[in-house]
């Protein structure tokens, strides 16, 4: 289940995944990534499919819908290494 926010401004309720690249994806950020990251580690689709009870559509729209972000994700990832090696 989505978690929902509620703005005190104009008193309106947001799920997490508003305005991202994932927004109506319909799942947990949580769940989507646990999806994709066991495809990229290598789990086959079929066996995706199975495992996380989740069509061949879906993912094929997640896939999709993060590789927009693909490049910002990878600075996300790297840069916290990146200062920590060169910070200590």
């Known amino acids: 289940m989505q978690r929902l926010y509620y703005c ?3 008193h309106g309720h947001f799920s997490e995944t508003y305005g ?15 999806i994709l990251e066991a495809l990229n580690d290598g789990l086959g689709v079929t066996a995706l499919r199975r495992t996380f009870h ?4 879906v993912l094929r729209l997640w896939q999709e819908r993060v590789s927009t972000v693909k ?3 990878l600075l996300y990832t790297l ?10």
């Open 8 to 10: 005190t401004d104009c």
């Open 20 to 34: 991202s690249a994932l927004a109506g994806a319909g799942s947990p950020r949580s769940r989507i990534r646990q």
């Open 54 to 57: 989740v069509s061949k559509h």
């Open 71 to 73: 490049e910002t994700v």
């Open 79 to 88: 840069c916290p290494q990146f200062l920590q090696q060169h910070l200590h």
